[in-house]
C-alpha cells in the first residue's frame, strides 16, 4: 500500500511538472506569435528625401510616420549611394513613434558620412525594433524621383494658384527673438536655443529682431534653390499715418535649435535650399527704414525671396504671417 | 558432547520462528522498495530534465528572430547585416549557406562598435564579412541561409 502511494505521488509530480513545461511551451508560442504579429502590423512610412549638401555628408530630411496601431522604435538608418555603390549608417537613432505621431527628420541627428557623394543619387531606408525594414514611400520622393506627389502636413504650400510660387512656408516654426536695443548686435551674438524664442504674433516697433522661419522648395524639376540678399521680410505699415516700407534682412545665423544660434550680421549669407528639404532661414534688422512703424496695429509680413533656382535666377514673394506691433 | 548437539538441533525442523521470518520478509520487502523508489526516481528525474531541456530548447528556439539590415557583397567580399529581432538572447551563427556552399561559425562582430561578439544580445545589430567561393557572378540574385547555434534558420536574397 505504501509503494503504491509513493508510486502515485511520483507519477503525479511527473504529470503536474510535464503540464507546467507544456504551459510554458504554450505561453512562449502564443508571445511568439503576437510578437510576430505586431511586426507584420507595423507600418511606418517614410515621406523622406536623401541629399548630400557637401560631398562628405549625406542628410535625410522628412518625415516619419507611424501609421499603424502600436507604437514603434526606429533604431538604425541606412544610406546607400547607388552610383558608387557605397555605404553608411547611423546606428541609435532612438526614434519611438506612438501610434499616429510624425516625427519630423532634419539636420545633423539623421545625416550620416558618405564620401564624394555630391551628385550622386541615393536610396535609404530604416531600421525598426522590431526588426522591419522600412523603404522610403515612393509616393513621395524616392532618390530617382523627383515629383512629389504629396506634401508633408505642417507646412503650408505657397503655391496655392499654379505659376505663384514653389516655396513652402512652415507656420508651426516661425520664430523670432527680439533684442533690446535697435542696435546691429556684434558677430557671433548669442541668440539661444530656439525654445527660448518668442513664438508669438507680436513684436515691439524699433527693436532689432530676429526672424527665424523654416522655407521648403517644391520645385517640380527637384532643383536646388539658393537663397542670397537682398532677399528680406518686409512689412507695408502707417508711419504717422503715411505707408511706409520696412525691411528685415536676409542674414547669417550658424548653431542649431538646440544647443543654440549665434548671429554674425557682417557675415556673408546664402541659404540652400535642396528639393523638398526643409530648411532654416533667418533675417534681422530693426524695421526703421521709414522710421517707427505706428504701434497698437497689425500688419502683413512678407518674404521677398531672391536667388537661383539650380543656375537660373529665381525671386518670389510669400505672404506668410500678421504680426502686431507694440 | 558437542557434537550430539549440532545433530539434535539439525533434526529440529522447526528452526526459526514465524516471528522472526516475517521479519525477515518485511525486511527484504522495504529494501526492495527502497531500491525501485530511488530507480523511479533517477527514471523520473532524468525524465524530468530531459523533456525540460526539450522544451527550453524549443521555446528558445521559437523565440528567435533575426532580420537582415544590408547584404553587400563587393570584390568577392560578403557583408551581412543582421539584428537580433527577437525576444531572446544569445543569438549566435552556427552556419551560413550561399549558392550551395555552407560557411561555419563566421566572425560576428557588433555594429555599434566594431567588437568582437560570439552573439547577439536582443535588439543588438551585428555583421560578418565571407569570402564566398566560387566568387559570385555580377547581377545576379542569390538566395542567403544563416543558421543559429540553436538551429534556427532565416532566408534573405540579395544581389550582386
Redesign the interface.
Known amino acids: 500500500m ?2 503504491v502511494l ?2 502515485i505521488s ?1 507519477i503525479s ?2 504529470f503536474v ?2 503540464l507546467s ?2 504551459t ?2 504554450n505561453n ?2 502564443r ?2 506569435n503576437q ?1 510576430d504579429l505586431d ?1 507584420s502590423n507595423e507600418r511606418i512610412v517614410a515621406n523622406v528625401t536623401v541629399r548630400s549638401l557637401d560631398g562628405n555628408n549625406v542628410y535625410v530630411n522628412g518625415t516619419l510616420q507611424n501609421e499603424g496601431p502600436l507604437s514603434a522604435q526606429i ?2 538608418l ?1 544610406v ?1 549611394n547607388l552610383g558608387q ?1 557605397t ?1 553608411a ?1 547611423r ?2 537613432l532612438g526614434i519611438t513613434l506612438q501610434s499616429g505621431n510624425v516625427t519630423y527628420l532634419s539636420g545633423s541627428t539623421t545625416s550620416v558620412s558618405l564620401a564624394n557623394s555630391i551628385g550622386e543619387s541615393f536610396d535609404c531606408w530604416f ?1 525598426s ?5 522600412i523603404h522610403i514611400n515612393p509616393l513621395f520622393g524616392a532618390a530617382t524621383i523627383n515629383i512629389n506627389y504629396s506634401y508633408p502636413e505642417y507646412s503650408t504650400i505657397s503655391n496655392v494658384s499654379m505659376g505663384i510660387g514653389i516655396i513652402g512656408f512652415d507656420f508651426k516654426q516661425f520664430f523670432h527673438y527680439d533684442t533690446n536695443s535697435s542696435s546691429t548686435p556684434s558677430n557671433n551674438y548669442n541668440l539661444g536655443p530656439l525654445a527660448s524664442w518668442s513664438k508669438t504674433y507680436a513684436t515691439t516697433q524699433g527693436r532689432y529682431t530676429i526672424f527665424h522661419v523654416t522655407l521648403t522648395s517644391y520645385d517640380p524639376t527637384a532643383q536646388t534653390m539658393y537663397v542670397k540678399l537682398p532677399s528680406a521680410i518686409y512689412v507695408i505699415g502707417s508711419h504717422s499715418g503715411t505707408v511706409k516700407f520696412d525691411t528685415w534682412k536676409l542674414v547669417n545665423v550658424t548653431g542649431d535649435a538646440t544647443t543654440g544660434f549665434r548671429l554674425n550680421p557682417t557675415y556673408p549669407v546664402q541659404y540652400i535650399l535642396p528639393h523638398e528639404t526643409p530648411v532654416d532661414v533667418f533675417f534681422a534688422g530693426t524695421g526703421l527704414d521709414g522710421g517707427l512703424i505706428d504701434s497698437g496695429a497689425i500688419y502683413p509680413l512678407n518674404i521677398m525671396v531672391f536667388g537661383k533656382l539650380g543656375t537660373a535666377d529665381y525671386g518670389q514673394n510669400v505672404p506668410f504671417v500678421t504680426l502686431y506691433f507694440n | 558432547m558437542k557434537l550430539m548437539k549440532t545433530l539434535n538441533l539439525l533434526k529440529n525442523r522447526r528452526g526459526v520462528s514465524a516471528v522472526i521470518s516475517n521479519l525477515i520478509l518485511i525486511a527484504a520487502v522495504i529494501a526492495v522498495g527502497f531500491v525501485v523508489l530511488v530507480w523511479s526516481q533517477t527514471q523520473s528525474s532524468n525524465y524530468n530534465n530531459l523533456y525540460g531541456n526539450a522544451i527550453k530548447s524549443d521555446t528558445d528556439q521559437l523565440r528567435e528572430r533575426v532580420a537582415f539590415e544590408y547584404i553587400h557583397y563587393e570584390t568577392g567580399n560578403l557583408t551581412v547585416y543582421l539584428m537580433n529581432s527577437g525576444t531572446i538572447g544569445d543569438v549566435s551563427i552556427a552556419s551560413v549557406y550561399i549558392n550551395n556552399a555552407s560557411y561555419a561559425s563566421p566572425s560576428l562582430r557588433l555594429l555599434s562598435d566594431n567588437a568582437q561578439t560570439s552573439s547577439l544580445n536582443a535588439t543588438q545589430e551585428g555583421y560578418f564579412s565571407i569570402s564566398p567561393s566560387p566568387t559570385l557572378a555580377p547581377g545576379m540574385n542569390y538566395p542567403i541561409t544563416i543558421v543559429t547555434g540553436r538551429g534556427s534558420s532565416f532566408v534573405a536574397t540579395f544581389a550582386t
Open positions: 505504501f509503494s509513493i508510486m511520483l509530480a511527473v511538472w510535464s513545461e507544456n510554458r511551451y512562449s508560442v508571445q511568439t510578437a511586426r533604431t538604425t541606412w546607400q555603390k555605404y549608417h546606428d541609435s531600421i525594433g522590431r526588426g522591419n525594414i
